[in-house]
């Protein structure tokens, strides 16, 4: 029942931010008259610059799955495959969903060894506490050389401390010692267990190093991608301003309500480039123009993904964390109605 009103409130919730923007926000007008001069030159290299960061962000992924699982590893396409289905989940369901069905789907495709969900989704955080290195370089470069509003210091002071904080956590967690086999251990000891194998990497230095790498250049390739949608739509603000573009990004999807947290993030982007002298109407058409660039890319190839693993969108919704409990037999079936 929870279930069921779990999705009711999400639309409305949508719906709601959606009717306060159009009733509270811009002359949409003007946002019309900035999307009939958009330069899709420009356009075109962003979404190319989206698929870029992608493909590093998922060689990041593969560098840290490869230390936490036993040999024989995922081949890579499929770890591409899985991170793109996830990519898809992200922009379509709420809460970071994409997150489990990226490892849900590369589990179907995976060897059946007990403990390798836990483990994968341990791979998942350890993925994301590398994406600290490229933040907290964009964010002193932000401080440095963009005009921030002041209010704006406190919670970017607040993300990147949580950020630091997850970051020890995970290499506290991963550097602990095991003294007791986990066949020994009682059932939340055992998922506890095989989620620190999914932060193995962190106790490696030198995949760790290339995971950074990959991240870095994820991150860069967006940078880049957020300055050429900026030149589509005619805003010639300093490279420093699509640097704060990205920042404002990361720091209003990081808990996402509703889908793409639509509209708010609209908002604070056309609100972080009015001290550039952007108009607030041509900010939130750059924001809508932003998100639904990296929305299709997302989308797009995650659709086609979701198409090549034989799956729905509705059995994309039911995907969740099998029992680690479970023999290995029980958890190598696939789920009903998710063919294996």
């Known amino acids: 029942m929870i279930r069921h009103w779990r999705w009711l409130i999400v639309p ?74 996830g990519l898809f989940a992200n922009a379509v369901l709420p809460a970071r969903a994409g997150e489990l069905a990226r490892v849900a789907v590369l589990r179907r495709r995976i060897p059946a060894r007990r403990g390798t969900t836990a483990t994968l989704i341990g791979s998942v955080f350890a993925h994301r506490m590398f994406d600290l290195f490229p933040t907290l370089a964009l964010v002193v470069w ?10 704006a210091y406190a919670v970017i002071a607040a993300v990147v401390g949580l950020g630091i904080a997850l970051f020890l956590v995970a290499l506290l967690l991963a550097r602990r010692e095991q003294r007791e086999a986990v066949e020994g251990m009682g059932r939340l000891s055992q998922v506890v267990s095989r989620l620190r194998e999914g932060l193995a990497i962190m106790r490696a230095p030198g ?23 900026m030149r589509g739509f005619h805003i010639r603000e300093p490279f420093a301003a699509a640097g704060l573009v990205l920042v404002t990004m990361n720091i209003v999807t990081i ?32 924001g809508l123009g932003l998100q639904a660039i990296e929305a299709s890319v997302g989308i797009g190839i995650g659709l086609v993904f979701l198409a090549r693993e034989g799956l729905s969108y509705a059995m994309l919704k039911q995907f969740a964390p099998a029992d680690e409990a479970a023999p290995d037999e029980e958890r190598g079936r696939p789920r009903a109605g998710v063919p294996g």
């Open 207 to 229: 995949p760790a190093a290339v995971a950074t790498v990959f991240q870095f250049a994820g991150w860069t390739c967006q940078l880049l991608a957020v300055w050429a949608a």
């Open 12 to 85: 409305a919730v949508l719906g709601l931010a959606i009717a306060l923007v159009w009733w509270r926000g811009p002359d949409w007008h003007a946002v019309g008259d900035a999307f009939n001069v958009v330069r899709w030159r420009w356009i075109v290299l962003a979404v190319g610059l989206n698929l870029l960061s992608i493909v590093a962000r998922s060689l990041a992924w593969d560098t840290t799955i490869h230390q936490s699982l036993p040999e024989p590893y995922p081949r890579y396409r499929l770890v591409f495959s899985a991170f793109c289905v």
């Open 255 to 286: 808990f996402p309500f509703w889908p793409g947290n639509v509209g708010l993030l609209q908002v604070a982007i056309a609100t972080a480039l009015t001290p550039y002298g952007v108009a607030y109407a041509h900010g939130i058409a750059y």
């Open 142 to 151: 932000v401080l440095l050389a963009a005009q921030i509003p002041s209010s």
